[in-house]
C-alpha cells in the first residue's frame, strides 16, 4: 500500500518552526486520496517523514539536512501544462487521451484546470536525500516519450493538488482521473550518487555536475533554441568566446532549460555557429550544470546583457516563461473593438444612451471619452420633452426624467452645476455627513459620533437627525444638512451619489433613466478581526433583545472560528438561524436595530458610537453570511464576508431602463447578470489616440507588494531603489505624473524633499519605520528637487489636471487583494486568477487614463514599470514597446557581511527567532553566518529592518542608523544601468555574480 501525505492547504509552516503543526497532514493510501472529495484545497507530498502515525508535519530541506527530521518518498508526481497554460479545449482533450493510451506506462493520469498531473508509485520508498536524483531520471524518461514535462517537479518538497477539492472557495472536481495503468515501480539505486552535504565551498572541479544524468538526446522543444541563439552568437559575438558560452549556460538555466540537457544544447548552439570548438563548450556547460545544483556562483543572463545584449535578447525571446508569452499576446493582440474618432465614438455613445431598452444595459467607454458629459448631455434633452398632446397636468412627459449616480460628492456638485449651466432644473441628493460649513467644519454638530454609526450601516437622518420622530436634534431647525436634499421638487434631472441610489432610482420612476456612473463593488466585502468580535459580544445588549438572542450564537461560532482555521465556515454555522431574527418587520429591516436610548447615548459619545457602529456592522455582516448569499473565508486572522451590495442589486433590477457607465464594466458584467438573473446588452466603446503616444513596458516581474512588502512595511532592496530610478531616468528633466503604491509614493517624495518634516510625520502614520526613510534617502537615487506629479494606486480618478502633463507612468503591479478576489468569483464562478490579473490591468488602465490620450494635440509617453500590461486598445496592436527590466527578485550581492548578521541574530535571540522573520529555515540561514553563501539583498534588508525595530544599529550596536554602512549598496554605475542591466535573485538556489 503506497501513502501519500494530504494538507488541507499549502499555507502550513514547515518545521522547525515554533508555528508548525505536527498533526498538519493525514496519511493516506494514495488510490483514495486520488478519488476522494476533499472538502478543503487538499494538496498531496510525496514524502513521510518517520517517527509519526496516521499525521505528519510539514518537512523542510533545511530540516533533513540538518538531521533533525528524516523522510522518504513514496511517490513521484509530474506536471505537463498546455501550452501557455490555456484552459482544456474537447480538441487539446482528445490529443490528450490519444497520447497517453500510447505513451503512460506505470503511471496514473488525472486533468488539472490548465494541465495534467502523472502520478508514479514506487514498490520501496526512496531517502529523501536521493528522492531528486531519480525524479530528474524519470523526468528524463518522460521527456524521451515525448511529455513536456515541469522540471520544478524535481522538487521533492513541492506540493501537488489532488482532482477533488474545494479551490477558490469553491468545489473543483478533476473530470479525467485515470489510474488504470498505474502500478509501482522498483527503483534501480546501483549507480545513485552519495547525498550531498552542506558544505562551505564545493571546490572547482573539471566538468562537474557528477551527479546529473546527463543526455545525450535533446528533445525538440529544446531544438527550437538552437538556430535563433546560433545565429545572435554570430552576428554580436566577435571576442570572449567562452564567457559567452558559460553566460549562455548559465541564462538557459534560469530560463528552465534541464541541467541534464545542457551541455548536449550548447554543444549544438556552438556547431550552428561554426565555433572551432564546440566540444569545449559542452565541457564548460556541465560544469555550469554542476556548480547550479551545488548552488555555486555562475554567470547567467545579467552578463550576456551587459556584455552581449543581442544574445541575451534572443535568449529572452526564444524561452519566454508563460508569463512572457502572455505579455507578448496581450500587446500584439487586436482591440476588443476598433478604435474610432473622438467624435464618432462620442456620438454613438450618447446614441446608446438615448435608446436605452427596459431593463439593464452596460457600457464600457475607455478613459477620456467623457462619459460623465455624455449623461450630461443626454439627461438636458431628455428633460426638454414636452406631452405629446396639449394637456394641463403637472406631471413630468414620459422619458423626460434622469437621475445620474456619481461616486463622489464633488462630482455629483460638478454635474449639478454643469447642467445648471445650461439652464436645466436640477434636484440634488446628498448625505448629512458630506455638507461643510464655509470655514471647513462639518455642518453637522455630531458629525463625530454619525460617522462610525453610518459606517455601521445606520441610518443617520433616522436615528440622530429626527430622532426616530420622538427626539430630533436640537439643532435641527438651523441645520443646513438635515433635509439631504436641494433644489426644485419638480426637476426631471436627479443627481446623488450611490449610497442614494434608492431615492435616485425613486426619483427617476419606471419611465425614467437611472444611469450609474462607476458603480461600487457589486459585491460588499467586510473584514471582522478577533477584536471586532469582543467589541460585538460587549455590545449585544445594546440591541433589540430579539435580533441580540438570535445573533448572540453566530457571534459566539464566528470567535470560536478563529481557533479552529482549517474547518469551513458551513462547519462553523451550520446548526445556526437567523431567519426570525428581526421578527414579522423583517423585510423593512436593512441595519441592526438599535434600542432608541443606546442611539441617544451614541450621540453624545463618539466613543461608545464608535463600538456601536462597529458591533453593527459585524452583526450585519453575519446576518448576511448566515441568511446568504454570501461568500464566507477566514484568511490571516481576518474573517471576510463578502455579500451583494444591496442598494446596487435594487437598482439594477428596477423597473424601467438603467445603464451603468464603467471604464471596467466588463469585468463586473457576469456579476451583474448573476444579480438580475440574464446577460444584458454591452456595449464597448473605444477612440484613436489624438496625438502620438508613445507607450513603454520594462518587465520587472517583482514589482508587487508582495515582493516589496512584509506585513504593510517596505523592504528596502536595490529591487526598490533601481525600480524608481528606472521611471526617474526614463522621464529625464521634464516633469511627469507618477502613480504607484501608497507608500512608495510616500517615499518618493521623501527623496524628492529630503529636508520636509511632513513627509516624515506621513511615513509614520502609515506605519512605516522612519529609518527605512532615512536609509533610502542616503542609499537611493538623488531626486531632490526632481519636478513630478505623485498619485497612488485606488486614486487616481481625481487627477483630471495631470491631462496637461506630456508623460505618465506607473510603477508595481496593483494586484488586488487576493482573498478579496476569490470570495468575488464564488459569487460569480469565475476564475479567481483572471479576475484578478483584469482587475489590476484595469487599475493601470485608469491610471494611464490621467494623459487623456483622446483628447491630445501633443505627443505624450507612458511606461509602466512591472509584469502586466494596462488595459485599454492603446496597449495593443502591437504598439507597445517591451524591454526587459529584470528576472525576478532582488539580485543576490554580498552587501552585509557575516559578522554584521551574526551580531544582529544574536541580538534577536538566535537562530531559531531570526528564521520565523526571515522566511527561510534554519540550515540556510546558519550558511549565511558562516559565510558559505552571500546574503541576499532581501535577507540582509530584513535583518536590518529588524534591527532598527529592536532599537539596533544595524551591527548590533547602539550606533545611531545614519552613521552606520549602507543597508545596501547601490553604486552610480548601477543607477545608470537602472533595471536594464537585470538585478535578480532567481528563486532556486543559484546565482549570477557578473
Same mark, same amino acid.
Given at each position: ?121 514506487? =514498490? ?105 541563439? =546560433? ?419 435594487? =437598482? ?55 515582493? +516589496? ?53 506621513? +511615513? ?71 479576475? =484578478? ?158
Amino acid at each position: 500500500m503506497t501513502l501519500v501525505a494530504v494538507a488541507p492547504h499549502t499555507r502550513l509552516t514547515g518545521v522547525p518552526k515554533e508555528t508548525a503543526r505536527l498533526d498538519a497532514y493525514e496519511r493516506v493510501e494514495l488510490v483514495e486520496a486520488l478519488h476522494r472529495t476533499w472538502r478543503t484545497d487538499a494538496h498531496a507530498v510525496g514524502y513521510l517523514a518517520a517517527g509519526f502515525g496516521p499525521r505528519q508535519p510539514r518537512l523542510t530541506k533545511g530540516a533533513v539536512l540538518e538531521g533533525l527530521y528524516n523522510a522518504q518518498t513514496t511517490v513521484f508526481f509530474c506536471d505537463i501544462d498546455n501550452p501557455r497554460h490555456e484552459a482544456w479545449t474537447d480538441e487539446m482533450r482528445a490529443a490528450a487521451f490519444a497520447f497517453d493510451a500510447h505513451h503512460l506506462q506505470t503511471e496514473g493520469v488525472y486533468h488539472t484546470r490548465s494541465g495534467r498531473r502523472l502520478v508514479q508509485p514506487l =514498490a520501496e520508498p526512496l531517502p529523501v536525500l536521493a528522492a531528486e536524483w531519480h525524479i530528474r531520471r524519470w523526468l528524463l524518461e518522460l521527456e524521451g516519450r515525448g511529455y513536456l514535462v515541469d522540471w520544478s517537479c524535481t522538487d521533492w518538497t513541492r506540493h501537488f493538488r489532488l482532482p477533488h477539492v474545494r479551490r477558490d472557495g469553491r468545489a473543483f472536481t478533476s473530470p479525467v482521473v485515470d489510474l488504470s495503468r498505474m502500478q509501482p515501480i522498483s527503483i534501480d539505486r546501483a549507480d545513485e550518487p552519495s547525498p550531498s552535504a552542506p558544505r562551505p565551498r564545493a571546490p572547482r572541479r573539471q566538468g562537474g555536475g557528477a551527479a546529473v544524468a546527463f543526455s545525450s538526446e535533446l528533445p525538440e522543444r529544446w531544438h527550437a533554441l538552437v538556430e535563433p541563439l =546560433a545565429r545572435a552568437i554570430r552576428q554580436t559575438v566577435t571576442q570572449d568566446w567562452h564567457a559567452c558560452y558559460l553566460a549562455l549556460g548559465g541564462a538557459l538555466l534560469g530560463r528552465g532549460v534541464p541541467p541534464e540537457h545542457l551541455p548536449e544544447l550548447v554543444h549544438a548552439i556552438a556547431v550552428a555557429a561554426d565555433s572551432v570548438k564546440p566540444e569545449n563548450h559542452a565541457i564548460g556547460a556541465r560544469d555550469t550544470a554542476g556548480r547550479w545544483l551545488d548552488a555555486l556562483p555562475i554567470t547567467g543572463l545579467n552578463s550576456l546583457a551587459l556584455e552581449w545584449p543581442g544574445v541575451a535578447d534572443t535568449v529572452e525571446r526564444v524561452t519566454l516563461t508563460a508569463r512572457g508569452e502572455r505579455v507578448q499576446a496581450l500587446v500584439e493582440a487586436p482591440p476588443a473593438v476598433p478604435p474610432q474618432s473622438l467624435a464618432d465614438t462620442v456620438a454613438a455613445l450618447e446614441r446608446t444612451l438615448r435608446d436605452a431598452p427596459n431593463g439593464l444595459s452596460v457600457i464600457k467607454a475607455e478613459c477620456g471619452l467623457g462619459k460623465t458629459r455624455s449623461a450630461e448631455t443626454v439627461a438636458a434633452e431628455r428633460s426638454a420633452k414636452r406631452h405629446l398632446m396639449v394637456v394641463d397636468s403637472a406631471r413630468a412627459p414620459t422619458q423626460s426624467k434622469t437621475s445620474i449616480s456619481v461616486d463622489k460628492n464633488s462630482l455629483a456638485l460638478q454635474v449639478a452645476a454643469n447642467l445648471r449651466a445650461h439652464g436645466v432644473a436640477v434636484r440634488r441628493y446628498f448625505g448629512a455627513l458630506s455638507v461643510r460649513r464655509p470655514d471647513g467644519t462639518p455642518e453637522c454638530r455630531y458629525h463625530a459620533s454619525a460617522g462610525p454609526m453610518v459606517a455601521g450601516g445606520q441610518s443617520i437622518r433616522w436615528e440622530f437627525c429626527l430622532g426616530r420622530g420622538k427626539e430630533p436634534c436640537e439643532f435641527y431647525d438651523e441645520c443646513s444638512a438635515k433635509d439631504g436634499v436641494e433644489g426644485p421638487d419638480d426637476a426631471r434631472v436627479t443627481v446623488g451619489t450611490h449610497p442614494l441610489l434608492a431615492e435616485l432610482a425613486s426619483a427617476a420612476g419606471s419611465t425614467g433613466l437611472l444611469v450609474i456612473d462607476e458603480p461600487p463593488p457589486v459585491l460588499a466585502v467586510e473584514k471582522l478581526a478577533r477584536e471586532d468580535l469582543a467589541t460585538t459580544a460587549r455590545c449585544l445588549s445594546a440591541f433589540e433583545p430579539l435580533f441580540s438572542d438570535a445573533l448572540a450564537p453566530v457571534v459566539a461560532a464566528a470567535s470560536a472560528w478563529f481557533d479552529a482555521p482549517d474547518k469551513m465556515w458551513a462547519d462553523m454555522s451550520d446548526t445556526l438561524d437567523v431567519s426570525d431574527a428581526f421578527g414579522p418587520d423583517a423585510r423593512q429591516r436593512h441595519a441592526p436595530p438599535i434600542l432608541r436610548q443606546n442611539v441617544f447615548v451614541a450621540r453624545r459619545s463618539p466613543r461608545y458610537a464608535g463600538m456601536l457602529g462597529t458591533a453593527s456592522r459585524v452583526l450585519w455582516a453575519l446576518y448576511r453570511a448566515v441568511m446568504g448569499p454570501a461568500a464566507v473565508a477566514l484568511e490571516d486572522g481576518v474573517i471576510s464576508i463578502a455579500a451583494p451590495n444591496d442598494r446596487l442589486a435594487a =437598482a439594477l433590477r428596477r423597473d424601467g431602463s438603467t445603464i451603468v457607465t464603467d471604464a471596467n464594466a466588463d469585468i463586473h458584467l457576469p456579476s451583474y447578470a448573476r444579480i438580475i438573473g440574464y446577460t444584458p446588452p454591452f456595449h464597448h466603446f473605444a477612440a484613436r489616440d489624438g496625438a502620438a503616444v508613445e507607450r513603454s513596458l520594462h518587465r520587472y516581474s517583482g514589482a508587487t507588494r508582495r515582493n +516589496w512588502f512584509e506585513h504593510g512595511r517596505l523592504v528596502l532592496t536595490t529591487g526598490v531603489l533601481l525600480a524608481i530610478g528606472t521611471v526617474f531616468d526614463w522621464a529625464g528633466s521634464e516633469r511627469f505624473g507618477l502613480i504607484t503604491f501608497r507608500t512608495l509614493e510616500i517615499l518618493i517624495r521623501g527623496l524628492i524633499q529630503p529636508r520636509n518634516a511632513d513627509v516624515e510625520r506621513e +511615513w509614520k502614520e502609515a506605519g512605516q519605520n522612519i529609518e527605512i526613510l532615512r536609509v533610502a534617502r542616503l542609499d537611493g537615487p538623488d531626486l531632490e528637487g526632481r519636478a513630478v506629479e505623485l498619485g497612488h494606486y485606488g486614486a487616481t480618478r481625481g487627477l483630471d489636471h495631470w491631462k496637461e502633463l506630456d508623460m505618465v507612468a506607473t510603477l508595481g503591479d496593483p494586484w488586488p487583494h487576493l482573498g478579496d478576489v476569490r470570495l468575488g468569483a464564488d459569487f460569480t464562478e469565475g476564475d479567481p486568477d483572471s479576475m =484578478a490579473e483584469a482587475m489590476a490591468r484595469a487599475e493601470l488602465e485608469q491610471a494611464h487614463g490621467r494623459l487623456r490620450t483622446v483628447h491630445r494635440t501633443r505627443p505624450a509617453r507612458a511606461i509602466h514599470v512591472g509584469a502586466l500590461v494596462p488595459g485599454g486598445s492603446g496597449w495593443s496592436s502591437g504598439q507597445v514597446r517591451v524591454e526587459r527590466a529584470d528576472n525576478g527578485r532582488p539580485k543576490n550581492l554580498p552587501r552585509m557581511l557575516p559578522d554584521e548578521a551574526r551580531a544582529i541574530v544574536e541580538e534577536l535571540g538566535g537562530v531559531g527567532a531570526a528564521v520565523s522573520h526571515l522566511g527561510c529555515d534554519r540550515s540556510t540561514l546558519k550558511r549565511y553566518l558562516a559565510g558559505a553563501r552571500g546574503i541576499p539583498v532581501s535577507v540582509a534588508a530584513k535583518l536590518k529592518t529588524l534591527a532598527l525595530n529592536q532599537g539596533m544599529g544595524g551591527d548590533g550596536s547602539e550606533t545611531p542608523y545614519r552613521e552606520m554602512s549602507p543597508l545596501i549598496g547601490v553604486s552610480e554605475p548601477s543607477l545608470q544601468y537602472g533595471l536594464a542591466i537585470g538585478v535578480s535573485e532567481p528563486s532556486q538556489p543559484k546565482k549570477d555574480v557578473a
